[in-house]
């Protein structure tokens, strides 16, 4: 008797939203006890719970979620630049919020209306993703239009970070999306943010050499060094240990 044929996991596409998921939701939990206001810390520990839980279910397609989250060098990571940027002051999270959140609401609802690997997963996140957007917009424009300090604020971080977004854009093995399409959505809505914010849209170039673009290769900034040796200290220095 044949055994049935099952679908292989797109390993590389599962690794890609694994991860971005996983190094946002580090970075989102590193304002605990830092956030501006009470709530806010509440707000955005959920946003990293969320994110936390997709990467689990990612990751485990492919592999142990642990070995994979916390045994792996940085170069076998494949995050986007974008979400492995340092939080900055508060306008600088809100910017890059903005930013991935709009590219995974778009993402998964594309995913989600499809019947591939990823379907079942995106049908699920795609309402708590649609939360995440909503509160990076709702921030953008109260920072944007508020005072003429926060105001600027917001410009200096939305073109600070302008040029890690068009690697999200960049194709993806295993991933069935239109990278052209995703990203003229992505730029209508996003400019519709920033112009409802007040706020000019960067002119700054989103591809090239001056622009970021290898992270789904395995290249990282800096900063994501020091932030995976925090993420992994505690598992490296008690192998094996339980609770």
Known sequence: MTAPRTTPVPTTAALALGDDALVLSHRLGEWAGHA?????????????????????????MVGDED??????????????????QPNGDFAHTIARQLYFSTYQHLLYTE????DGLFAGLATKAVKEVAYHRDHAEQWTLRIGDGTESSRERMLR????????TGEMFQPVEGLDVDPSALEAAWLDAVGGVLRRATLTVPEGPRSGAWTAGAGRQGVHT???GRMLAEMQYLHRSHPGASW
């Open 67 to 84: 070995e994979l989250a916390y045994l792996r060098e940085e170069r076998s990571f494949r995050n986007l630049q974008l979400v492995e």
């Open 111 to 114: 995913l989600a209306a499809g």
């Open 222 to 224: 800096e900063p994501f």
């Open 36 to 60: 501006p206001v009470l709530e806010e810390e509440v707000a955005l520990a959920n946003i990293a719970l969320d994110l936390l839980g997709q990467a689990r279910v990612l990751l485990s």
């Open 157 to 164: 971080a939305t073109a600070a970070l302008w040029r890690f």
